[in-house]
């Protein structure tokens, strides 16, 4: 579990995962985190309450509550807020990013993460990730771009399922292409080896609101 929350460490302290949350996790975070990654002084602090509801946001219901619950202190130190009881760990939304979004993943997902994050081969595993609140736009091309260009095909995402780790020969059967039908299935960085496929669906639940400076403790 060590390892798994080290990844998770990455992927909150650079700038953006919405995969992309994911498309920001270039470098891990250095002793001195930028303040563009870190959540502003200025907001009022969330309580441990309001976090785990962020994070099972990004879950059905039965898989939320029953999730690891991990967050990112103002120091950058990952801490466990919760322990969970079946194979999912979940995060709560990152206020760096622009977007909503929290995120769940199984374990072999979060073996996907720590490949992505060291620039190492993701292992032949199938994972699975959840992000029902919606997700931090990214380049769909670019697996390490930060920020829109001309050139990296930036797209929004909504709320959306992925796959992440199968073989090419799944990924081939659906589309590829660098501007995508984001309504519809389709591969994100596609001819990578972190290519995966993002599935759009409809959340029935509203992500938590911000915590106000009145409510949060």
Not at 17 to 34: C, E, K, R
Not at 48 to 58: R, T, Y
Not at 75 to 100: E, Q, Y
Not at 132 to 157: E, F, M, Q, R, V
């Amino acid at each position: 579990m060590r390892e798994n929350t080290s990844s998770i460490s990455c992927l909150l302290g650079v700038a953006v995962f919405g995969f992309a949350s994911v498309a920001a996790l270039a470098d891990p975070p250095g002793p001195a985190m930028s303040a563009a990654a870190k959540p502003s002084a200025a907001k009022a602090t969330p309580s441990d309450a309001q976090l785990i509801a962020s994070a099972e946001s990004a879950a059905p219901a039965n898989v939320g509550k029953h999730a690891t619950i991990v967050t990112m202190e103002a120091n950058g130190k990952m801490r466990t807020i919760r322990k969970g009881t079946n194979n999912f760990t979940c995060m709560p939304d990152n206020p760096a990013t622009p977007g909503p979004d929290p995120m769940c993943m199984d374990a072999a997902a979060m073996e996907w993460v720590h490949a992505y994050v060291s620039h190492a081969t993701p292992p032949a595993k199938v994972g699975f990730m959840y992000m029902l609140a919606g997700g931090t736009d990214a380049s769909n091309t670019d697996p390490y771009a930060s920020k829109p260009t001309a050139s990296n095909h930036w797209i929004k995402t909504g709320p959306h399922v992925m796959i992440v780790g199968a073989d090419a020969s799944f990924y081939d059967a659906y589309p590829k292409s660098a501007d995508p039908d984001t309504s519809v299935p389709y591969v994100m960085w596609a001819g990578t080896a972190y290519q995966h496929l993002m599935a759009p669906v409809k959340s029935t639940t509203a992500p938590p609101s911000p915590p106000s400076a009145a409510t949060a403790k």
